[in-house]
C-alpha cells in the first residue's frame, strides 16, 4: 500500500458584511471572507492538502477565479470534486487534520457541524476529521480581523 501526505494552507481577506463560510458552516459575524467561491478557507486548505498529496497540483489549477462557472459555487461541491480526482488516481483519504487562524467568532461550537460537512463531501468518517482553531494573540492581520488563515495536512493511501 502506498501512503502520501499532502499539505494546504489557504488566505483570504474579511470584509464587512459579507457571508462568513467556514467548513461548510455559515458563521454569523459582522465580518466575512471574501473570494470567488464561498471564500470557505478550511475547505480550500484541505482541499490543497488532498490535491498535493496525489501529486494533483493545486486548487487554483482546478477551480481557476477566472472561471464564472465556479462563482460563488460551495466549496463542499470543490471537495466533492477533488475527491473524485483522487479516486481517478486510485486514492482513498486516510484522515484529515486542519487548523484555523481567527480571532473572532469563536469555531468550537461549530466543529462538529463542519466534521459532519466535510465527512459527508468527502466520503469519510467524523472521526478522520480533526478541526482545531487558534488566535492570534491579537497580532498582525489575523489579529485585526483583516482576513483569516488556515492550514490542513492529510494522508492518502492506494486503493
Known sequence: MKIKVGFGFDVHQLKENHPFIVGGVNLEHYKGAFGHSDADVLLHAI???????ANLRDIGFHFKNTDEKW????????????????????????????????????????????QKNIAKAAGISTDDISIKATTNEQMG??????????????LIQKI
Open 71 to 114: 462563482k460563488g459555487i460551495s466549496s463542499l461541491i470543490l471537495l466533492e470534486e477533488v475527491v473524485k480526482l483522487l479516486k481517478e488516481k486510485h486514492y482513498e483519504i486516510g484522515n484529515i487534520d486542519a487548523m484555523l487562524c481567527i480571532e473572532e467568532p469563536k469555531i468550537n461550537p461549530h466543529i462538529l457541524q463542519m
Open 141 to 154: 492581520f489575523i489579529g485585526r480581523e483583516e482576513g483569516v488563515v488556515a492550514y490542513a495536512v492529510c
Open 47 to 53: 482541499c490543497d492538502a488532498l490535491l498535493g498529496a
